[in-house]
Every structure is written in structure tokens, then in C-alpha cells.
């Protein structure tokens, strides 16, 4: 079992629901912004993509992936965003964590139930949280 990202973490990556996904090929990097849902017990995140998207493509090619999640603000004293570095892996019925990250997932996006689901967890590596609320330039790190 992984230690769960600090409190202050995870409050704010429920607070939000965008999160910008970073993937990379030999065209250079790509970025594209996905909805997730996160269980602090795994530290992976949950989204739907199709394999057939560029970011989905790359994901399947190469794992690595980066993300932000941002508060977007003027006020330089209420900066708070999230770095992320993981491992992308597209989830089978038969993943051990299928079931869990479907229902995190569809308790967050109700609708999306409706949708054929093709579901990635995104295993978190590294969080690292800065929020200026605590302190200019305050950051906490989590790592696996």
C-alpha cells in the first residue's frame, strides 16, 4: 500500500476537475486537457480518452506522462497549483483497479455514464504542490 498524498494535496485536487495532460512522440510534445476523478488510496487519477487520440496514442506508446492542475487567478498571494509526473496505463475490466476508478470516476461526472468509458489511471509519481496561501513559493512534495 502507497502512503496517501498529504491532506492539503488532495483537498485541492477535489476542488478542481481539469487537469492538463502532457505526453510526448517523436511529433514533439502534446498537451490536452482531460476531467478527473482521483482515489488517494492508489495516488492515481482517473480519465476517459480514446486510444485513437493523439494524447491517447502516445500514451500507449510511452507511459510517462506529466499534468497540472491550476487555480487560475491574478492575485499572485492565491497562486496554488499541482505538478504531476506518472505512469499512464489504459485500464482493462480485469485491472485490479478497474471497478475502483470507474466509480470515482462516475460519482464525480454522473453523465458520463451514458458514454462508453475508456479508462486510463494515471499512477502518480510525484505531486508537487505549490500554494502561496501558505507562504510565497510554499511547496509540498509527494513522492511514491
Known sequence: MTSQPDKLIQTFIRKH??????TMSDAGPWCANAFYA???ESAA???????ATRHGSE????????ASIVLETRV??????LQ?????????????LYETLRKAYLK?????VVAPLKLWALHADTLKYT??????????????
Request: charged share 25%.
Open 59 to 66: 500514451m500507449l506508446a510511452c507511459e510517462r506522462v506529466a
Open 17 to 22: 476537475h481539469v487537469m492538463t495532460l502532457a
Open 45 to 51: 487519477f482517473v480519465i476517459t480518452s480514446d486510444p
Open 84 to 96: 504531476i509526473a506518472a505512469r499512464a496505463e489504459q485500464l482493462t475490466e480485469e485491472h485490479p
Open 108 to 112: 464525480r461526472f454522473p453523465y458520463a
Open 76 to 81: 499572485v498571494g492565491r497562486v496554488q497549483g
Open 38 to 40: 482521483f482515489d488517494p
Open 131 to 144: 500554494d502561496n496561501t501558505l507562504g510565497f513559493g510554499k511547496k509540498l512534495i509527494w513522492e511514491r
